[in-house]
């Protein structure tokens, strides 16, 4: 693209547009193995300027890729149009609707962030990556970010009201929970938002495209259910079974990767700060299938956190100063660890479900240690845990986990189906892998060990 064009657009930007050789090359990559050198970096100060790079994109036929911080692993926010980053102005938390347990805020909020800024008002989000210390909730929203409480908070899909969006003509629309009357009514705007309405209706309305729909789509039992636009959501809505909840447009967006339409206000449904009484027991195993047996029967449980630790991810803190400390929960040498935390509001309860987990564990048979731990020593041990992933690129050697199978899902039922398939598929190439599972979601990383 001509630069002067490109030129005439950043002096039009409140913001800014960087097109320098270095802005570029830092923004050709995120977290991902990708690499996408873009035509530029622009830092949009509010909505009027994202509306100018949304219709100068249209007018050149480019594409924008909406960024927060980065931390995708499969390439998300890399591309060759312009890279849009709103993590350095479009960051203010709106307002706070205690009564209804909601927040408006802007894309660029840090999720750890919101929850200390929350904590005042005894509220907080849910969903938690192992980035969460630098995610940000657009980010999440693009992604339909889960992470380790899911099993217990449900998926960011399942959080968002509202969204605030700038169409492809730039006309700025809200998206939220309508009543079948009130779509209709949707469809009958003269504007790209009423075509939107109608399109979707059109496309959705006919009972054999609705039965291939939910016949091509995972299973409802998998939360964590990112394959391609989530159309199911929207079919399982009062606009076609009256016996389902309002369509909700959000549900397609969130986890569209910013390709449908650019977020610029989300409004999510808090919850209550957990209970305060919490353990963690930590199941030992000698192999890695052991560890998947077990995930089924502790799942009966009401677990907040159900995550595997492989023994890669383990030896990679072995001698890490700051990592060294937090192994101390840690019995011999184990193949992989499962950390399953419950939570009460008394300690009694807690007490009575920690009994009851450990029977489970002990009737299964298949670990040979699970230390209880509690308090700050809990949080140390998920310290090790987001640790560890990091740590994973500093293996010795020209070996390293590559991040290229990424956010695999499926049903609890089938996990350690799964995993034997892929463990043969590497054992056919002489090849090791790094696991690494919110495992209780059913949610799987999987990293081959290669030299590139």
Avoid at 45 to 73: C, M, W, Y
Avoid at 207 to 234: C, M, V, W
Avoid at 235 to 250: M, Q, R, T
Avoid at 285 to 298: A, G, I, Q, R
């Amino acid at each position: 693209m001509n630069k002067n064009t490109l030129n005439d657009l950043r002096n039009q930007l409140e913001g800014s547009l960087e097109l320098d050789k270095l802005s570029r090359s830092l923004y050709a990559t995120d977290a991902s193995v990708y690499r996408k050198v873009p035509l530029g970096v622009a830092f949009p100060k509010n909505e009027n300027d994202i509306q100018k790079l949304v219709r100068f994109a249209q007018k050149h036929n480019i594409g924008l890729i909406p960024r927060t911080a980065g931390t995708s692993l499969a390439g998300q926010c890399v591309g060759e149009g312009l890279v849009v980053d709103v993590s350095r102005y479009m960051t203010e938390i709106i307002e706070v609707n205690e009564k209804e347990k909601t927040v408006r805020l802007q894309p660029g909020v840090i999720r750890d962030e919101l929850n200390i800024f929350l904590e005042k008002h005894n509220l907080f989000f849910g969903p938690n990556t192992s980035t969460s210390n630098r995610c940000m909730i657009g980010g999440m929203v693009g992604n339909n970010s889960s992470g380790t409480t899911s099993i217990q908070y449900g998926v960011t899909r399942d959080k968002v009201i509202q969204l605030k969006t700038i169409l492809t003509d730039g006309s700025i629309v809200t998206f939220k929970a309508l009543t079948p009357e009130a779509y209709k009514d949707k469809m009958k705007l003269e504007s790209l938002e009423g075509k939107i309405y109608r399109d979707i209706y059109e496309e959705l309305k006919n009972p054999d495209t609705q039965k291939k729909i939910k016949g091509g789509f995972p299973k409802e039992s998998i939360h964590r259910r990112n394959t391609g636009y989530a159309i199911d959501a929207l079919i399982a809505s009062s606009l076609y079974d009256p016996s389902k909840e309002n369509i909700n447009i959000c549900k397609l967006l969130c986890g569209s990767e910013g390709t449908l339409a650019f977020t610029t206000e989300i409004t999510l449904q808090l919850d209550e700060i957990p209970p305060s009484f919490s353990a963690m027991v930590v199941t030992h195993y000698n192999t890695l299938e052991d560890s998947l047996k077990d995930v089924v029967p502790v799942m009966n449980h009401n677990l907040h956190l159900c995550e595997m630790m492989d023994k890669v991810i383990l030896d990679c803190t072995l001698n890490n100063k700051e990592q060294m400390a937090n192994r101390f929960f840690v019995k011999g040498d184990p193949a992989a660890l499962l950390m399953l935390e419950l939570k009460d509001d008394t300690a009694q309860g807690l007490e009575k479900q920690l009994e009851e987990l450990l029977q489970t564990i002990n009737n299964s048979g298949l670990s040979y240690a699970h230390p209880i731990l509690r308090e700050e020593d809990i949080n140390k041990a998920i310290v090790l845990r987001k640790a560890g992933l990091g740590l994973l690129g500093n293996m010795v050697g020209d070996r390293k986990a590559v991040a290229c199978i990424e956010d695999t899902a499926v049903a609890l039922e089938d996990l350690k189906e799964f995993i034997d398939e892929f463990s043969q598929i590497m054992k056919e190439f002489g090849q090791k892998a790094v696991y690494y599972a919110h495992a209780g979601a059913g949610e799987l990383h999987l990293r081959p060990i290669l030299n590139l």
